[in-house]
């Protein structure tokens, strides 16, 4: 029976803990690691000389038939224990939830906020306030209230202290984010805490307890302090990851950031004055992760792994060349279209002329854009990481853009097809597709210390241009309904001869059954292509081989749903297959759990 306490944690916390451990384990890093002791060791320090008054006060009783008997000030080994592992599973469950999600798009201040934001914020503050107040009322008079005021006078400040500082940062999240990794832990406290206490491995005593009961043996005391305490673990994750976020987000705020920053850096960055902000900056990261969000759920997902400002850039990256794409195919005219496709150059010539790194150059660019592009489309010009990025593949990626004009025309007769053979199959996906992937690599070598030698960089790069291959011909394999509803056909015509057919003829009815034939033709060429590389990323540095790999992996399996014929509807894009979520989730976490 001296082991009932300690036999809780055997039979409900440990293996809580242990399974959101095996879960975890592939999307764990470093970072996540350390932010996880940083908050175990500040709710021990925080909850210890607290729980120490409670029990030399006679509030919390252990029978001594309950608890194995090392203490530390009073405080039973197994209690101690607890502070932990509360603290680990709730770290652990806001870190699963939190793993999708791009903190840098939350950051705001005073004159960026909503007044709803603003206004809840400052409820939050009255509420937190009036609730230190009626803690200590309860304290001072004693009695049946005195458990209670303890709680809140004890929680209290710390909850407005971070709630001060993240107020407008914790309102923005989904509530998913935020509310979810609070609640689902108490709720599982409190079914433990009832167990626990109906069996009496810890009690209260009466004359310090109000006596109403949540249900069956729970008091409302214990329900508050399990709900309590998960909201002081959950806001202190979201206040570091604030600084995170700022530390991540600005860098000429904060120019060095190491992989696992100090907890002098993060309380700087907590406490520098929004104002100081550049929302300008923020508010093209919200746009793009927007974009994100709505064009490509699988690098979307895949984004969620890679670390701190390497994901920033990869993501605005990807909202630049979407943005490019979308001005190119949205146009009615084949003259209009180039007429992007010259703005985007002049662009790129901009940023990329020999002083291109001075205020006065940049200005020079930033005006370009606002004079010749529409306003949806400044920030993912703007934010595009050309320090970190070479000229060629952009420059590439816009002739790729030109051989979609030729699909432009409206006159179905005059419409051309320029995919003729294989070897113009392989142009377009390089232009379109290897330039990506080719620009995605060097944003990876330029954020990571590799100090790669430069064979190894050649190999890298030819590697990123082969798979690129791979992941358009799925994407083209993908897309033949999709593409024919447009009038553009990407099979190779030489192809569709050889099948007794002609682009028309595609279009009129892709899903015929020869269509379908080259279909997994094509998927064939993929992962052929795929095959080549695949063994090559092995190379990459291990901090982003294993998100690099999900990227590839996540849109491969598109491929592998196609020929299996398994796919769902697209719920964005009639016509278009993608992959079950959860398939999804299965494929990114095996791959990381591989790593």
């Known amino acids: 029976m001296a082991y009932d306490y300690a036999l809780v944690h055997v ?8 399974l959101l451990t095996f879960i975890l384990k592939p999307l764990l890093t470093k970072l996540d690691l350390y932010k996880t002791l940083t908050l175990i060791l500040i709710a021990f320090f925080a909850t210890l000389p607290w729980d120490s008054y409670l029990i030399r006060h006679g509030v919390w009783t252990y029978p001594p038939d309950a608890i194995a008997g090392p203490r530390l000030f009073g405080v039973p080994a197994e209690e101690l224990f607890f502070f932990v592992v509360q603290t680990y599973i709730t770290s652990m469950i806001y870190i699963l939830l939190n793993k999708p999600v791009l903190h840098a798009q939350f950051l705001t201040n005073k004159h960026d906020s909503s007044s709803r934001s603003r206004s809840i914020r400052t409820v939050g503050q009255i509420f937190l306030v009036g609730c230190i107040a009626a803690g200590a009322s309860l304290v001072r008079k004693g009695g049946q209230g005195t458990y209670l005021g303890l709680i809140l006078v004890w929680a209290c400040p710390f909850a407005l202290l ?4 993240s107020g407008y940062f914790l309102i923005k999240p989904p509530l998913l984010c935020v509310a979810t990794p609070i609640i689902l832990p108490t709720v599982y406290l409190w079914v433990v805490d009832e167990l626990a206490l109906g069996r009496g491995t810890w009690a209260i005593e009466s004359g310090t307890k109000l006596g109403w009961r949540l249900w069956g043996s729970l008091e409302l005391e214990e329900a508050i302090f399990f709900l309590a305490t998960n909201t002081l673990i959950v806001f202190g994750l979201v206040a570091f990851d604030r600084a995170l976020a700022v530390l991540y987000t600005f860098a000429e705020l904060f120019s060095d950031v190491p992989q696992s920053p100090s907890l002098n850096l993060l309380v700087k960055a907590a406490l520098t004055d929004p104002a100081k902000y550049d929302m300008t900056r923020v508010n093209g990261i919200r746009e793009a992760v927007e974009t994100l969000r709505r064009k490509s759920r699988s690098f979307y997902l895949a984004s969620s792994v890679f670390p701190g400002r390497l994901r920033i850039d990869l993501i605005l990256l990807y909202s630049f060349c979407r943005v490019a794409d979308d001005l190119v195919d949205d146009s009615r005219i084949e003259e209009e279209a180039l007429s992007w496709i010259h703005k985007l150059r002049k662009y790129l010539d901009l940023v990329y002329n020999a002083e291109s790194q001075s205020p006065s150059s940049t200005q020079i660019a930033n005006k370009f854009v606002e004079s010749n ?5 400044w920030s993912a010009l703007k934010l595009l990481p050309t320090k970190f990025l070479p000229s060629k593949p952009l420059y590439e990626l816009l002739s790729g853009f030109e051989m979609d004009l030729s699909f432009i025309n409206t006159d179905s007769e005059k419409r051309r097809f320029p995919i003729k053979d294989e070897a113009d199959l392989e142009l377009y996906a390089h232009r379109v597709a290897s330039t990506v992937g080719e620009l995605c690599l060097w944003l990876v070598l330029r954020h990571i210390d590799t100090n790669l030698p430069s064979d190894k960089e050649s190999i890298l790069v030819t590697a990123a241009q082969t798979m ?6 799925v994407n083209i394999a993908r897309d033949i309904l ?9 099979l190779p015509t030489n192809w569709l001869k050889e099948e007794n057919l002609t682009p028309q003829d595609t279009i009129k009815d892709p899903k015929q059954p020869k269509v379908e034939k080259l279909r997994q033709k094509l998927l064939d060429h993929a992962f052929k292509e795929y095959n080549r590389s695949r063994s090559t990323m092995n190379l990459l540095p291990r901090e982003v081989r294993g998100p690099l790999i999900v990227a590839v992996e996540s849109y491969m399996e598109i491929g592998r749903v196609l020929r299996e014929k398994t796919g769902v509807p697209s719920k964005t894009r009639r016509g278009r297959a993608t992959v079950p979520r959860l398939r999804r989730i299965w494929v990114a976490w095996k791959n990381l759990l591989a790593e």
């Not at 039979?11 to 242990?18: D, N």
């Not at 690129?468 to 011909?473: D, F, K, W």
């Not at 999709?482 to 990407?490: L, Q, S």
């Open 162 to 165: 971070t709630w001060t500082f």
């Open 482 to 490: 999709v593409d024919a509803e447009m009038g553009r056909v990407y």
């Open 468 to 473: 690129g291959h791979a992941l358009q011909y």
């Open 11 to 18: 039979k409900y916390t440990i293996p809580l803990a242990g």
């Open 373 to 377: 592009f529409p306003k949806q489309a």
